[in-house]
């Protein structure tokens, strides 16, 4: 166990709906990272927030976004959804920023949706 | 930009020894990391190296070399559990975001 949690675990919807994922960090981390995982493929980059702000940005599609509230949880909101968007999404976090190893990336154990 | 390659599957055999090599152009390197990921699980963090050289932890050891962009993971007595895919990933100093590569598959047989 990472001490990353997320919800919901799985999550089955329709083409054009909009959903929200969670995700609460290890405790004390500050950053926090989104990924998403199609089947059989790497892991891509969407966005990074670090202490409420955003820090980084990936090949996040201008229909996904997100936030880290004051608690340090975040949300990732998917909307329009599209075929191509059923894949696991996962959170990740960290102390800090990118680099050094004590910025080593905890990741939970993903949502897995699935757009019909 | 950033390019990440590594093989997309290898196979070994248990008891064996397995080198899976990345190599990477970056700019604002800040450290490469090596994580397991189990199918459908989420991945683990199993290395990181940000100076030249060699870093050994158990049966699991990871190189680095900065002028040749290029990193390798080495595991040792090799069992059936290592069986996964392993995630090369590098660390940026500007945009702080950790690119990863597409993972290598390793199988191993008994």
């Known amino acids: 166990d990472s001490g990353v949690t997320q919800t919901p675990k799985h999550l089955i919807t329709a083409t054009g709906q909009r959903v929200t994922l969670r995700c609460s960090p290890r405790s004390g981390d500050l950053s926090v990272y989104w990924y998403q995982q199609s089947l059989d493929q790497g892991l891509q980059f969407l966005i990074q927030?670090?202490?409420?702000?955003?820090?980084a940005k990936g090949n996040i599609l201008e229909r996904f976004s997100a936030q880290q509230f004051p608690d340090l949880h975040s949300e990732l909101n998917l909307s329009s959804l599209e075929l191509g968007d059923s894949a696991l999404y996962f959170c990740?976090?960290?102390?800090?920023?990118?680099?050094?190893?004590?910025?080593?990336?905890?990741f939970g154990p993903g949502t897995r949706l699935t757009v019909l | 930009g950033q390019n990440i390659d590594q093989p997309t599957e290898m196979t070994a055999t248990e008891g064996a020894i397995v080198q899976i090599n990345c190599t990477y152009q970056t700019s604002g390197f800040n450290g490469l990391f090596w994580y397991q990921q189990h199918a459908g699980e989420a991945p683990t963090f199993l290395s990181y190296n940000v100076l030249d050289g060699l870093e050994e932890k158990g049966r699991f050891s990871s190189f680095l070399s900065r002028s040749k962009g290029y990193s390798y993971l080495l595991l040792k007595e090799l069992q059936m559990k290592d069986s996964a895919s392993y995630l090369c990933a590098v660390a940026h100093t500007g945009g702080f975001k950790t690119i990863f590569g597409a993972g290598t598959r390793l199988f191993v047989k008994a």
């Open positions: 927030y670090y202490n409420g702000e955003e820090r």
């Open positions: 990740a976090s960290s102390p800090g920023l990118a680099g050094g190893s004590y910025n080593e990336q905890f």
